[in-house]
């Protein structure tokens, strides 16, 4: 059983979404947008917005046992990832592809996170909280090359969520950075939930920088 969500999130109008996301992207990147209704995050889209790659469960506020968020693509109905948060951990499990990957918190203090692809043969990349969107994420390789990027907004701000990826990332590493990514931010969504450091909208502070605080990552 999975959480039921009615709560609908107020958007803004496609001609304005689509320069948000475009206006800042890399030269071919591509860009893949993520729906979300009330605290959840319900589909991956494709860059038309309307064309659904993956959809989206999620057991938040369930006894139910299992993965807090699980993958499935839109089209075979097969599960293509799931993410399990731990309530004493700072590291989170992923499945992609039937392969397991740890979203590793590198030391006490910081709120990122390292993992080892499986789709790049155990290449190392992070994600941090970028500070250059107000609710932004970054997804770096070993030579701190920015290959994607995830930009969230609150129902204060408007925005759609969206992520940016560059184009030579190809394959199942996609869908790591795409697990990943929203792994990421739902963890500090739940944070937030429980009233930390501030006013909670929609999984995300309204009041001060969301992601400046590591002790809450």
């Not at 893949?32 to 494709?46: A, K």
């Not at 064309?51 to 139910?64: A, C, D, H, V």
């Not at 990832?81 to 992923?94: F, P, W």
């Not at 969520?161 to 394959?171: K, L, Q, R, T």
Request: a neutral charge.
């Amino acid at each position: 059983m999975t959480t039921e969500i009615t709560e609908t999130m107020p958007q803004e109008s496609v001609s304005q979404t689509v320069v948000t996301a475009s206006a800042g992207a890399s030269a071919g990147a591509r860009i893949l947008y993520v729906d979300r209704v009330g605290w959840y995050y319900t589909q991956i889209l494709e860059n038309d917005k309307t064309t659904p790659l993956y959809t989206i469960s999620n057991k938040y506020g369930t006894t139910e046992s299992g993965p807090r968020m699980t993958f499935t693509n839109a089209t075979t109905k097969a599960v293509m990832g799931t993410v399990t948060i731990h309530a004493l951990s700072k590291n989170m499990d992923l499945v992609v592809h039937d392969k397991p990957i740890c979203l590793e918190a590198s030391n006490a203090i910081t709120s990122g996170r390292i993992f080892s692809s499986q789709a790049a043969a155990g290449r190392k990349f992070k994600w941090t909280f970028d500070s250059a969107f107000v609710h932004g994420l970054a997804c770096s390789d070993e030579k701190d090359k920015v290959i994607a990027k995830f930009v969230g907004h609150s129902s204060l701000t408007k925005g759609e969520n969206y992520f940016e990826i560059d184009p030579e990332v190809e394959g199942e590493l996609v869908d790591e950075i795409l697990v990943g990514g929203l792994a990421m931010a739902e963890r500090r969504a739940q944070r937030n939930r429980h009233g930390f450091g501030g006013t909670v909208v929609s999984g995300l502070r309204a009041a001060g920088h969301p992601f400046k605080s590591s002790s809450h990552a």
